[in-house]
């Protein structure tokens, strides 16, 4: 029998009218992220067996060989050293406090993301009691799919499983590894002891109430209250990750978004990662390519330097003390600061850089910034 069908990532949506859904610029993003991992991983930059089963470019052409994956090597040397400085951060957070301390980590616009298996196939991964991805339904329903099919993927969301790759990842997967985890709202979500996949739009969102035509207004706090208190446990120490989502929604659904987490967790880590710079030359020219795409990203004019990102966790509208401390670095900071002299010798054998200028000029738009509320960060080496 054959497998079922697995759907490109993040299908465009045609809609009955013809018209394609305004919504699909921004989920088609998650392609841009998960080729550049994808392209990093085939050329020796980063190591990541997951990426392969999570995400299939819809730019390759079925049964030739050809994958349209290869990027520039200014954008695999970004995506090594963005991979690099979140996975530290968040290996920090993992190891930091009591040995025996559980924790838990949220990952908001996930997209193809496959970080939550790479920390599960790592020494620490018995740290985590709860990973949750979220991200729109177009994305939630093929990841869902994905793992449900993949052998390979199901060790990571139990305490009782544990990794082994499978060589015939076609077969439909056992009955007694399809008890850990299961599936609903229409195949959007996976719900399982260790990792839940939740389908949500991250904007506020209204709908109708069911006893009159008018219209209820239910905030991204009361949504993320709903889906996220029952599942987490607010006495333990989370983290949230935005790895370049926020630019997408506007400034005050981040900043919501950033409270909500501070106000519901007695420790908190929040860890972002985005463009800076957008009104700047290099920026202009980066709009200007994004919206010849239909996107535009009303989450960055106003945090256009490192320190206005690390600012965002300190920002009086959160409420005092959401946020304790923060702070930040650029790709460059990153590179220069935190990445080993020898795995810098090791990538700069794999392709030839013209240009250490223009390098740093693009490394210096990307930033890590991170706030702290309570103990759940020691030391990130810097
Ligand atoms: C550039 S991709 C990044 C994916 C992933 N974080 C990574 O770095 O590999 C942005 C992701 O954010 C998601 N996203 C954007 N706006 C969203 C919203 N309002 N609600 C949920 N997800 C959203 C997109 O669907 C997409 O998967």
Redesign the pocket.
Known sequence: MLPPRIPPNNPIQVQKNGMIHPDDA??Q??D???SS?ASAISLGYLEDPFSKLLYKSNLSIPNSGISNNRKPPLINIGTHHRTIGLDKIINEFLNSGNKNEKKQIV???????TRFWRLMSQSNSTKISKYVE???PH?TSPKAQRISRFKSLQFALSSNSSYIEYENENENSSNSINKIFEISKGGTKLNSELYTLLP????TSSSSSSSSTSTKTTTIKEILSEELLPILNFNLPTLFLA???FP??NPKESENIISWFGENFNKCLGLIYEMIGINDSFGKVMKRNLSSRNLSLPGSEPFPTPKSQADRFLNSNLGKGVFTSSQVKTLWQIREEIIDQEELQRISKLEILDEIEELKLVLEHYVIAWGVKGECLQNVGI
Request: net charge negative; glycine share 8%.
């Open positions: 921004i989920r993003t998650d841009d992220a998960s991992r990952s908001l616009g996930a997209g193809s993301d979220i991200d729109f994305l949500i739009d991250l904007r790895e370049c989502l997408y929604l």
